[in-house]
């Protein structure tokens, strides 16, 4: 009886242990969350208007024989992937682990810690991730592009739903695709709208990784969050279940001592 006490007093002690690194945890994801948010918000404001610029651009028939919009048989396939920075998070990095099972022979430029631990890769973390890491990647890949290296460029990220809502995914953003439906612009480009195109496409790139990064940033806090959370009311849950079981101990232990007490004085 007195071992299984000790037991259910260390496994309560483990526990609660637990519970106080998962609540910690949770706090600081939550203050987490606000900036991730406006920042993630702020990353959708530029991507779109990026995106706008470029959709402009391939409206005119010369820049669809831009090297960066050139179709190509092969199926060479170069992704940058985002993960998270850290563990405890849900399901957030297997998410985006089981999404690339799809490309198995793509090649692989990580970003966050996880995926960096996962490929093998230099580190660059999610969080402070910063637009010069973003140009420095952005600049390579346009060159390889256009020298013919791949054929398709695309970013596993995570897609920001809601606090309880996050979805990996792959958007992709090479070879540029023109609407069909899409009227010509007015906008006059100097010197053509060629050269404006093949200027700004590694910007164009390097703004679509921040903002797919800073989007995954949020969806890692948010997802770590309210793991956090689960994670503590289960805590809290087992360590009331075991505390119930210990009480059930301490009690029927006292109650055997008592009856050997009296059983011993021949009462």
Same mark, same amino acid.
């Given at each position: 009886?007195?071992?299984?006490?000790?037991?259910?007093?260390?496994?309560?002690?483990?526990?609660?242990?637990?519970?106080?690194?998962? /609540?910690?945890?949770?706090?600081?994801?939550?203050? /987490?969350?606000?900036?991730? =948010?406006?920042?993630?918000?702020?990353?959708?404001?530029?991507?779109?208007?990026?995106?706008?610029?470029?959709?402009?651009?391939? =409206?005119?028939?010369?820049?669809?024989?831009?090297?960066?919009?050139? /179709? #190509? !048989?092969?199926? #060479?396939?170069?992704?940058?992937?985002?993960?998270?920075? #850290?563990?405890?998070?849900?399901?957030?990095?297997?998410?985006?682990?089981?999404?690339?099972?799809?490309?198995?022979?793509? &090649?692989?430029?990580?970003?966050? /810690?996880?995926?960096?631990?996962?490929?093998?890769?230099?580190?660059?973390?999610?969080?402070?991730?910063?637009?010069?890491?973003?140009?420095?990647?952005?600049?390579?890949?346009?060159?390889?592009?256009?020298?013919?290296?791949? !054929?398709?460029?695309?970013?596993?990220? =995570?897609?920001?739903?809601?606090?309880?809502?996050?979805?990996?995914?792959?958007?992709?953003?090479?070879?540029?695709?023109?609407?069909?439906?899409?009227?010509?612009?007015?906008?006059?480009?100097?010197?053509?709208?060629? =050269?404006?195109?093949?200027?700004?496409?590694? &910007?164009?790139?390097?703004?679509?990784?921040?903002?797919?990064?800073?989007?995954?940033?949020?969806?890692?806090?948010?997802?770590?969050?309210?793991?956090?959370?689960?994670?503590?009311?289960?805590?809290?849950?087992?360590?009331?279940?075991?505390?119930? &079981?210990?009480?059930?101990?301490?009690?029927?232990?006292?109650?055997?001592?008592?009856? &050997?007490?009296?059983?011993?004085?021949?009462?």
């Amino acid at each position: 009886m007195g071992a299984d006490i000790k037991r259910l007093r260390t496994r309560i002690k483990s526990v609660d242990s637990t519970l106080h690194l998962t /609540k910690a945890m949770g706090l600081v994801a939550s203050s /987490k969350i606000r900036r991730a =948010t406006d920042s993630m918000l702020k990353g959708r404001e530029y991507a779109l208007a990026l995106e706008d610029m470029v959709a402009q651009l391939m =409206t005119s028939g010369e820049c669809r024989k831009s090297p960066y919009a050139a /179709k #190509r !048989d092969g199926g #060479r396939t170069r992704l940058l992937v985002v993960a998270g920075d #850290r563990g405890l998070a849900g399901g957030y990095n297997a998410n985006i682990f089981r999404l690339m099972r799809e490309y198995p022979d793509a &090649e692989v430029i990580p970003v966050g /810690k996880r995926a960096c631990d996962r490929y093998g890769e230099r580190l660059l973390h999610a969080e402070g991730f910063s637009y010069r890491d973003a140009k420095g990647i952005a600049d390579t890949l346009c060159s390889d592009f256009a020298e013919g290296k791949f !054929d398709r460029f695309g970013i596993v990220c =995570t897609k920001y739903h809601s606090l309880m809502s996050q979805e990996a995914c792959v958007k992709w953003f090479l070879p540029l695709t023109a609407e069909d439906n899409k009227a010509a612009s007015s906008t006059v480009f100097e010197p053509d709208e060629v =050269t404006v195109l093949n200027a700004v496409i590694p &910007e164009y790139i390097a703004g679509m990784i921040v903002s797919c990064v800073k989007e995954s940033f949020a969806g890692e806090v948010a997802a770590r969050r309210v793991a956090m959370d689960s994670a503590g009311k289960n805590a809290q849950e087992m360590i009331d279940r075991l505390g119930l &079981e210990y009480n059930r101990a301490r009690q029927s232990s006292i109650t055997q001592e008592i009856t &050997e007490i009296v059983a011993g004085s021949g009462i």
